[in-house]
C-alpha cells in the first residue's frame, strides 16, 4: 500500500509534539493542581508506599549490586535471591511485577535511594506523556489525513483518561499498558495491511517484557481486535484466514520468545502462586449499582469505582459516541437501500470493538477471564481508552461537518442520554453533571458549526475555514477542560479529597525515614547490641510492621506483600489455622510460640513499647533493645536456618490432624512430602487442653448449633476456665460466612477477671471479595499469659450467617515447647554464611556445617523452591519438602558441609530462548524484505 505521509515537512512534527509537550506540563499543574497547592506528594500511603516505591528503590540497588558483582567480583552468576523479601523469595519474578522489564526504571540505577522517590514521581508523569505519543503513533497510520487538532484532542483523552487519573497514579505501573497497547495494535496493523510482522513481533516484546499480568491482558484484547479487523476485512475468505493466523502466530512467538528472560522465570513462578484459582465465586451480572455508576463512569471521574472500573474521560467523548452511532446508523441504512458506501466499513468496526468493550465491562465472567481468572476485576479498560480516544479522532471531521438530519439525531441522542442520566440516578453527583454540561457546551458549538455548514454552500469560503478552525479548537479546549474538571473532582479537598491519601511535604530526608526508619533499624541494633552479625542469618517478627520494609535492608522476616508470592507459605498457614490478610500478604505467625521458632525467628518487634502491646509478646521472648518507640525482644529458644529431626511423622497422620496437634507434632518429628521408612516414627506427647465453655448472646444474635445468626455489633461471649502459664486459643473449625459484605471482619477480645488483655481480628473474606484466600480453619492466639483467661467475646462488624463444625477453647501449656525445642537446638547448622551483595544484599549461594548424632534430616527455614540446589560435602543431594513450607536434606550421620546453590528457574533458559527469538526476528525481516523486493522486481 502507499504509503501518505502525515507532516510534509520534519518542522512541522517537532512543531506538533512540541505543542503537545507544552499543552501536557500545563495539564499536569491543571490536573494536579491540588496536590502542588497543598504540596502533596504522588506518592499514596497504601500500594505506592507499602510495594512499589519500594519495589523500584530496590531494583536500582539491586541493579548496582549486579554492576558490583560482575565488575569488582568478577562474576556472571546473578544474585536473585533475598531473604529480605518474607521469609526469602526470588527477587527476579516477584518484582517483575512492579519494576523488573520496565525499561523506564532503568535509569534509576543511577538514582540515589533517598531521591529515588523524585525519579518515582517523574516517571509516574512520563508514563502518560509517552502514551499520548504512541496513540498517536497509531492513529496517524490508520488516519494519515486526520485533524492534527483532532489527534491531539484523542492523545489527551487518552493519556488523561480516568484509568491513569486513578489506576496509573495509586498503581503507578498499570499506566504501562496505555504505552504498550497501541504499539501491539499498530503492529497488527502492519500484519494486516501491510503483510509485515516485524513491528508487531518487537511490540509483543516490549509489552511482553514489561509486565506479565497486562501482557496476558493485551493479548486477549488483540486477539478480540484482530478477529473484529480481519472478519470485516476478509470475511469468510478462509485462505487469508490461514495466512493471517500463521503471521500473527509465528509473530507473537517470535516476540514473546524475545521477552523469555523476562517471562520464563514469572512463568515457572507462577503455578505456585496462591491467588491463582483460589476459589472465588462470582454472579452472573453485577449489582445494580455498578451499572447505575457504570453510566457516568463513561464520562466523568468516579473515584474508586467497582471493581477498579475506570473507562471514564469528559463529557466530550459523548459527541463522539453519538456522532458514531449516526454514522453506523447511516451505513446500515445505505446497505438496506443498495446505496453507494463511500467510507467503507471502518465505523461498523469501530462501533463493534466498542460494544464488545461494554459487553465485557458489564459480565463479571469477562473481569475474571482477563485477569486470569484469579479474581473479578476491570484492570483491563485502558483498553476502552484507546477505544473512546480513537473514536474521537475518527468521527473528527464529521462533528464539524454535520447536516440538518444528523444536528436532529444528535440532540436526539443528547436528550436521550440525559433521560439515561435521570434513570439511572446519577443527576446527584456534581462532577458527572459537571461533565454533562461540558458535553451540551460541546453540541451547541457543533450544532452551530453545522448550521454554518448548511448555510454556506462554498466549501472553499473562507468564513467557513475560520468557522471550523475555531470550532475545533473550541473542542480540543471543552475536552481539556473536562480533564481539568476530572481532577477537581477526583483531588481536591472539597470534593474526592484524593490527595488525603498521599503523602505530604516529601523531602529526601522525610522519605529516607520513610522507607529506612522502621523496626528493621531496631532490629539491626539489637542484633549488634547483642554482638552479632547484622548481614548474618537472623528471622523477625512483629506488632504493626511495615510492609515489605525488611527488603531494602536484606533482614528476613515473617511479613510480606507482593503480587506473586510462593504459596507454600500460605498452604502452611492455612494448615496450621494462622489468621492473617491474605495468602499473598502476611505479617506474622499469631504470636505463637512455637510456630516462631521452628519458623527461625529470633527477634519480635514492637512499635509501641507499652504494657498493652507487651502482652502479644510470644513466651520466651525477652526484652533486649529499645530504638525510639519500638522495642526488640529476643528469643531465649532460638533455632538456626537449619536444624537436625530424627523422627518423621507420617504425612496422612498429620493431614489427619488438627490445627493445634499438627503445631505441637513439628516439636517431635519431620513431615515430608514423600513419607520415608527408614526413619523412626515420631512419639508424639501433646500437651494442648480443650477446655469447657459455656456461650452466651448479646445484643441481635441468634445461637443454635454450630450456627449463629448476628447483627452488626451484636457479640457472643464463651466464658470458661483457662489454665495458668499457656496461650489460650479459640478454634473455629469451617468457619463458613453468608453475609452482604465480602469482609464480614469479627473482633475478639480475650478476658481474664473483668479486663480485656487482648484483641485480635478474623481477617475473614467470602468467596465474592478478591482477596479470597480458601481460609476457613481458624486457630486464633489470643497469646501467653501467666494469669489464666475466662472468656472470650466475638463481636460481629458485619449482618451474616457464621456457621462452623466445631468450636473449641485450647489451652497451650509451653513445658514440652521447651523440652522439645532444646532437643531440635542440638545439632543446628552452623557457621552459615549467606554470601549477601554488600550493595543489594541478594544472594545466590548459602553455606554452613552441621554435625549430625545419627542418619538424620535437616529442616531448612527457606521456603521450598525449585531453584535451589543442595551439595552435601560436595556432592550434589536432593532438597525435599518438609513441614508444608520449607526444605530438607538427608543426612548420615557425621560432621557435614553444606553448601545451597540458587539459580532463577528459566533464567537462563529464557536467555538463550530470547537470543534465539532475536535471531528469529532478524531473519523474519530479512525474509520479508527480500519477499517485497522480489514482489517489487516482478
Same mark, same amino acid.
Given at each position: 500500500?502507499?504509503?501518505?505521509?502525515?507532516?510534509?515537512?520534519?518542522?512541522?512534527?517537532?512543531?506538533?509534539?512540541?505543542?503537545?509537550?507544552?499543552?501536557?506540563?500545563?495539564?499536569? %499543574?491543571?490536573?494536579?493542581? %491540588?496536590?502542588?497547592?497543598?504540596?502533596?506528594?504522588?506518592?499514596?500511603?497504601?500500594?505506592?508506599?507499602?510495594?512499589?516505591?519500594?519495589?523500584?528503590?530496590?531494583?536500582? =540497588?539491586?541493579?548496582?549490586?549486579?554492576?558490583?558483582?560482575?565488575? =569488582?567480583?568478577?562474576?556472571?552468576?546473578?544474585?536473585?535471591?533475598?531473604?529480605?523479601?518474607?521469609?526469602?523469595?526470588?527477587?527476579?519474578?516477584?518484582?517483575?511485577?512492579?519494576?523488573?522489564?520496565?525499561?523506564?526504571?532503568?535509569?534509576? *540505577?543511577? *538514582?540515589?535511594?533517598?531521591?529515588?522517590?523524585?525519579?518515582?514521581?517523574?516517571?509516574?508523569? !512520563? &508514563?502518560?506523556?509517552?502514551?499520548?505519543?504512541?496513540?498517536? +503513533?497509531?492513529?496517524?497510520?490508520?488516519?494519515?489525513?486526520?485533524?492534527?487538532?483532532?489527534?491531539?484532542?484523542?492523545?489527551?483523552?487518552?493519556?488523561?483518561? $480516568?484509568?491513569?487519573?486513578?489506576?496509573?497514579?495509586?498503581?503507578?505501573?498499570?499506566? @504501562?499498558?496505555?504505552?504498550?497497547?497501541?504499539?501491539?495494535?499498530? /503492529?497488527?496493523?502492519?500484519?494486516?495491511?501491510?503483510?509485515?510482522?516485524?513491528?508487531?513481533?518487537?511490540?509483543?516484546?516490549?509489552?511482553?517484557?514489561?509486565?506479565?499480568?497486562?501482557?496476558?491482558?493485551?493479548?486477549?484484547?488483540?486477539?478480540?481486535?484482530?478477529?473484529?479487523?480481519?472478519?470485516?476485512?476478509?470475511?469468510?475468505?478462509?485462505?487469508?484466514?490461514?495466512?493471517?493466523?500463521?503471521?500473527?502466530?509465528?509473530?507473537?512467538?517470535? /516476540?514473546?520468545?524475545?521477552?523469555?528472560?523476562?517471562?520464563?522465570?514469572?512463568?515457572? +513462578?507462577?503455578? +505456585?502462586?496462591?491467588?491463582?484459582?483460589?476459589?472465588?465465586?462470582?454472579?452472573?451480572?453485577?449489582?445494580?449499582?455498578?451499572?447505575?455508576?457504570?453510566?457516568?463512569?463513561?464520562?466523568?471521574?468516579?473515584?474508586?469505582?467497582?471493581?477498579?472500573?475506570?473507562?471514564?474521560?469528559?463529557?466530550?467523548?459523548?459527541?463522539?459516541?453519538?456522532?458514531?452511532?449516526? &454514522?453506523?446508523?447511516?451505513?446500515?441504512?445505505? =446497505?438496506?437501500?443498495?446505496?453507494?458506501?463511500?467510507?467503507?466499513?471502518?465505523?461498523?468496526?469501530?462501533?463493534?470493538?466498542?460494544?464488545?468493550?461494554? !459487553? #465485557?465491562?458489564?459480565?463479571?465472567?469477562?473481569?475474571?477471564?482477563?485477569?486470569?481468572?484469579? %479474581?473479578?476485576?476491570?484492570?483491563?479498560?485502558?483498553?476502552?481508552?484507546?477505544?473512546?480516544?480513537?473514536?474521537?479522532?475518527?468521527?473528527?471531521?464529521?462533528?464539524?461537518?454535520?447536516?440538518? !438530519?444528523?444536528?436532529?439525531?444528535?440532540?436526539?441522542?443528547?436528550?436521550?442520554?440525559?433521560?439515561?442520566?435521570?434513570?439511572?440516578?446519577?443527576?446527584?453527583?456534581?462532577?458527572?453533571?459537571?461533565?454533562?454540561?461540558?458535553?451540551?457546551? /460541546?453540541?451547541?458549538?457543533?450544532?452551530?458549526?453545522?448550521?454554518?455548514?448548511?448555510?454556506?454552500?462554498?466549501?472553499?469560503?473562507?468564513?467557513?475555514?475560520?468557522?471550523?478552525?475555531?470550532?475545533?479548537?473550541?473542542?480540543?479546549?471543552?475536552?481539556?477542560?473536562?480533564?481539568?474538571?476530572?481532577?477537581?473532582?477526583?483531588?481536591?479537598?472539597?470534593?474526592?479529597?484524593?490527595?488525603?491519601?498521599?503523602?505530604?511535604?516529601?523531602?529526601?530526608?522525610?522519605?529516607?525515614?520513610?522507607?529506612?526508619?522502621?523496626?528493621?533499624?531496631?532490629?539491626?541494633?539489637?542484633?549488634?547490641?547483642?554482638?552479632?552479625?547484622?548481614?548474618?542469618?537472623?528471622?523477625?517478627?512483629?506488632?504493626?510492621?511495615?510492609?515489605?520494609?525488611?527488603?531494602?535492608?536484606?533482614?528476613?522476616?515473617?511479613? #510480606?506483600?507482593?503480587?506473586?508470592?510462593?504459596?507454600?507459605?500460605?498452604?502452611?498457614?492455612?494448615?496450621?489455622?494462622?489468621?492473617?490478610?491474605?495468602?499473598?500478604?502476611?505479617? +506474622?505467625?499469631?504470636?505463637?510460640?512455637?510456630?516462631?521458632?521452628?519458623?527461625?525467628?529470633?527477634?519480635?518487634?514492637?512499635?509501641?513499647?507499652?504494657?498493652?502491646?507487651?502482652?502479644?509478646?510470644?513466651?520466651?521472648?525477652?526484652?533486649?533493645?529499645?530504638?525510639?518507640?519500638?522495642?526488640?525482644?529476643?528469643?531465649?529458644?532460638?533455632?538456626?536456618?537449619?536444624?537436625?529431626?530424627? @523422627?518423621?511423622?507420617?504425612?496422612?497422620?498429620?493431614?489427619?490432624?488438627?490445627?493445634?496437634?499438627?503445631?505441637?507434632?513439628?516439636?517431635?518429628?519431620?513431615?515430608?512430602?514423600?513419607?520415608?521408612?527408614?526413619?523412626?516414627?515420631?512419639?508424639?506427647?501433646?500437651?494442648?487442653?480443650? *477446655?469447657?465453655?459455656?456461650?452466651?448472646?448479646?445484643?441481635?444474635?441468634?445461637?443454635?448449633?454450630?450456627?449463629?445468626?448476628?447483627?452488626?455489633?451484636?457479640?457472643?461471649?464463651?466464658?470458661?476456665?483457662?489454665?495458668?502459664?499457656?496461650?489460650?486459643?479459640?478454634?473455629?473449625?469451617?468457619? %463458613?460466612?453468608?453475609?452482604?459484605?465480602?469482609?464480614?471482619?469479627?473482633?475478639?477480645?480475650?478476658?481474664?477477671?473483668?479486663?480485656?488483655?487482648?484483641?485480635?481480628?478474623?481477617?475473614?473474606?467470602?468467596?465474592?471479595?478478591?482477596?479470597?484466600?480458601?481460609?476457613?480453619?481458624?486457630?486464633?492466639?489470643?497469646?501467653?499469659?501467666?494469669?489464666?483467661?475466662?472468656?472470650?467475646?466475638?463481636?460481629?462488624?458485619?449482618?451474616?450467617?457464621?456457621?462452623?463444625?466445631?468450636?473449641?477453647?485450647?489451652?497451650?501449656?509451653?513445658?514440652?515447647?521447651?523440652?522439645?525445642?532444646?532437643?531440635?537446638?542440638?545439632?543446628?547448622?552452623?557457621?552459615?554464611?549467606?554470601?549477601?551483595?554488600?550493595?543489594?544484599?541478594?544472594?545466590?549461594?548459602?553455606?554452613?556445617?552441621?554435625?549430625?548424632?545419627?542418619?538424620?534430616?535437616?529442616?531448612?527455614?527457606?521456603?521450598?523452591?525449585?531453584?535451589?540446589?543442595?551439595?552435601?560435602?560436595?556432592? =550434589?543431594?536432593?532438597?525435599?519438602?518438609?513441614? $508444608?513450607?520449607?526444605?530438607?536434606?538427608?543426612?548420615?550421620?557425621?560432621?557435614?558441609?553444606?553448601?545451597?546453590?540458587?539459580?532463577?528457574?528459566?533464567?537462563?533458559?529464557?536467555?538463550?530462548?530470547?537470543?534465539?527469538?532475536?535471531?528469529?526476528?532478524?531473519?523474519?525481516? &530479512?525474509?520479508?524484505?527480500?519477499?517485497?523486493?522480489?514482489?517489487?522486481?516482478?
Amino acid at each position: 500500500m502507499e504509503k501518505k505521509k502525515v507532516f510534509d515537512r520534519p518542522y512541522k512534527a517537532a512543531v506538533f509534539y512540541g505543542v503537545y509537550s507544552i499543552l501536557f506540563a500545563g495539564m499536569i %499543574y491543571g490536573v494536579f493542581y %491540588y496536590f502542588f497547592a497543598n504540596n502533596v506528594s504522588f506518592i499514596n500511603s497504601a500500594d505506592a508506599f507499602r510495594q512499589h516505591i519500594k519495589a523500584l528503590a530496590y531494583y536500582a =540497588k539491586w541493579m548496582r549490586g549486579v554492576l558490583y558483582h560482575l565488575v =569488582k567480583e568478577h562474576s556472571l552468576s546473578i544474585q536473585t535471591f533475598s531473604f529480605g523479601m518474607g521469609y526469602g523469595t526470588d527477587i527476579y519474578p516477584t518484582l517483575q511485577y512492579y519494576a523488573i522489564g520496565d525499561i523506564l526504571n532503568l535509569p534509576a *540505577v543511577f *538514582v540515589p535511594n533517598e531521591y529515588i522517590y523524585v525519579y518515582f514521581q517523574v516517571v509516574m508523569m !512520563l &508514563r502518560p506523556f509517552i502514551a499520548g505519543i504512541t496513540f498517536s +503513533a497509531l492513529c496517524f497510520y490508520l488516519r494519515p489525513r486526520a485533524s492534527k487538532i483532532g489527534v491531539m484532542t484523542g492523545m489527551f483523552t487518552y493519556s488523561f483518561c $480516568t484509568f491513569f487519573l486513578f489506576l496509573g497514579i495509586w498503581h503507578p505501573y498499570f499506566a @504501562n499498558p496505555l504505552i504498550y497497547l497501541p504499539l501491539v495494535i499498530l /503492529g497488527a496493523e502492519k500484519i494486516i495491511r501491510e503483510n509485515k510482522s516485524g513491528f508487531f513481533a518487537f511490540a509483543i516484546f516490549l509489552a511482553g517484557s514489561n509486565n506479565f499480568f497486562f501482557f496476558y491482558m493485551i493479548v486477549l484484547l488483540t486477539v478480540v481486535y484482530v478477529i473484529v479487523r480481519v472478519a470485516f476485512t476478509y470475511g469468510g475468505q478462509l485462505k487469508k484466514w490461514g495466512e493471517l493466523i500463521l503471521k500473527f502466530f509465528g509473530a507473537g512467538i517470535i /516476540g514473546s520468545l524475545m521477552a523469555m528472560v523476562i517471562l520464563l522465570p514469572v512463568i515457572c +513462578a507462577f503455578p +505456585a502462586n496462591p491467588r491463582s484459582n483460589s476459589g472465588i465465586t462470582f454472579s452472573l451480572f453485577y449489582n445494580k449499582e455498578y451499572y447505575e455508576q457504570l453510566v457516568r463512569n463513561l464520562y466523568s471521574f468516579v473515584y474508586h469505582g467497582f471493581y477498579d472500573t475506570q473507562i471514564g474521560f469528559h463529557g466530550i467523548i459523548l459527541l463522539a459516541v453519538f456522532m458514531l452511532v449516526i &454514522r453506523v446508523i447511516t451505513l446500515l441504512v445505505k =446497505k438496506a437501500s443498495g446505496k453507494e458506501n463511500t467510507e467503507g466499513n471502518a465505523p461498523l468496526q469501530l462501533f463493534v470493538c466498542f460494544l464488545l468493550l461494554i !459487553l #465485557f465491562v458489564c459480565l463479571p465472567a469477562a473481569g475474571y477471564a482477563l485477569t486470569a481468572f484469579a %479474581y473479578v476485576i476491570n484492570r483491563w479498560t485502558f483498553a476502552f481508552a484507546l477505544c473512546a480516544a480513537f473514536m474521537i479522532v475518527d468521527v473528527w471531521d464529521d462533528l464539524f461537518n454535520i447536516k440538518w !438530519l444528523q444536528m436532529a439525531s444528535m440532540a436526539v441522542l443528547a436528550l436521550a442520554f440525559y433521560l439515561l442520566v435521570r434513570f439511572t440516578h446519577n443527576r446527584g453527583y456534581e462532577n458527572a453533571m459537571a461533565e454533562l454540561r461540558l458535553m451540551y457546551v /460541546g453540541l451547541a458549538v457543533v450544532l452551530v458549526m453545522g448550521l454554518i455548514n448548511c448555510l454556506v454552500r462554498d466549501r472553499e469560503h473562507l468564513m467557513l475555514k475560520i468557522s471550523r478552525g475555531t470550532a475545533q479548537v473550541l473542542i480540543l479546549a471543552l475536552s481539556l477542560t473536562g480533564i481539568v474538571i476530572n481532577g477537581y473532582y477526583g483531588y481536591s479537598p472539597e470534593q474526592g479529597n484524593m490527595i488525603q491519601e498521599y503523602f505530604n511535604e516529601v523531602t529526601p530526608d522525610s522519605m529516607h525515614i520513610l522507607l529506612e526508619s522502621t523496626e528493621v533499624q531496631a532490629v539491626k541494633e539489637a542484633v549488634e547490641v547483642n554482638g552479632r552479625d547484622p548481614n548474618g542469618f537472623y528471622r523477625y517478627s512483629g506488632r504493626d510492621l511495615v510492609w515489605n520494609s525488611s527488603l531494602i535492608e536484606g533482614v528476613s522476616s515473617t511479613q #510480606f506483600y507482593w503480587s506473586l508470592a510462593n504459596g507454600v507459605v500460605s498452604d502452611y498457614f492455612k494448615e496450621m489455622g494462622n489468621n492473617d490478610q491474605q495468602n499473598f500478604a502476611y505479617y +506474622a505467625l499469631d504470636d505463637r510460640a512455637i510456630l516462631n521458632t521452628l519458623a527461625g525467628v529470633r527477634y519480635y518487634s514492637l512499635r509501641f513499647n507499652t504494657d498493652e502491646e507487651i502482652r502479644f509478646v510470644p513466651y520466651r521472648f525477652i526484652h533486649l533493645h529499645d530504638r525510639y518507640n519500638f522495642a526488640i525482644f529476643e528469643n531465649m529458644n532460638p533455632l538456626s536456618l537449619g536444624y537436625a529431626y530424627y @523422627n518423621v511423622i507420617p504425612k496422612s497422620d498429620y493431614e489427619a490432624m488438627t490445627a493445634a496437634e499438627r503445631q505441637e507434632a513439628l516439636l517431635y518429628g519431620i513431615v515430608l512430602d514423600e513419607d520415608d521408612k527408614t526413619y523412626p516414627e515420631a512419639e508424639i506427647s501433646y500437651s494442648s487442653q480443650s *477446655v469447657p465453655f459455656e456461650i452466651s448472646a448479646e445484643g441481635n444474635v441468634t445461637i443454635e448449633d454450630g450456627k449463629w445468626t448476628a447483627k452488626a455489633g451484636s457479640s457472643i461471649h464463651i466464658t470458661f476456665k483457662g489454665l495458668q502459664n499457656c496461650e489460650t486459643y479459640l478454634w473455629l473449625d469451617e468457619l %463458613y460466612v453468608d453475609s452482604p459484605s465480602d469482609y464480614p471482619l469479627m473482633n475478639i477480645q480475650a478476658v481474664s477477671g473483668e479486663n480485656v488483655v487482648t484483641t485480635k481480628q478474623i481477617y475473614y473474606k467470602t468467596e465474592k471479595n478478591q482477596f479470597y484466600s480458601d481460609w476457613h480453619d481458624y486457630l486464633l492466639n489470643m497469646c501467653y499469659a501467666e494469669q489464666p483467661k475466662d472468656e472470650m467475646v466475638i463481636t460481629f462488624t458485619e449482618d451474616g450467617t457464621y456457621t462452623f463444625d466445631d468450636l473449641k477453647i485450647i489451652c497451650q501449656p509451653l513445658v514440652n515447647y521447651e523440652n522439645q525445642i532444646r532437643i531440635l537446638s542440638q545439632d543446628m547448622l552452623e557457621n552459615v554464611e549467606l554470601y549477601k551483595n554488600p550493595i543489594s544484599y541478594a544472594t545466590n549461594k548459602v553455606t554452613g556445617t552441621i554435625n549430625m548424632q545419627d542418619n538424620g534430616i535437616m529442616c531448612l527455614t527457606i521456603p521450598y523452591s525449585k531453584g535451589w540446589t543442595a551439595y552435601v560435602d560436595g556432592k =550434589k543431594t536432593e532438597l525435599t519438602k518438609a513441614n $508444608t513450607m520449607f526444605m530438607a536434606l538427608k543426612l548420615p550421620a557425621g560432621s557435614h558441609e553444606i553448601t545451597l546453590k540458587y539459580h532463577t528457574p528459566g533464567l537462563l533458559a529464557g536467555f538463550i530462548l530470547s537470543i534465539l527469538g532475536l535471531a528469529l526476528l532478524i531473519g523474519l525481516m &530479512r525474509a520479508e524484505k527480500g519477499k517485497k523486493a522480489g514482489e517489487n522486481n516482478a
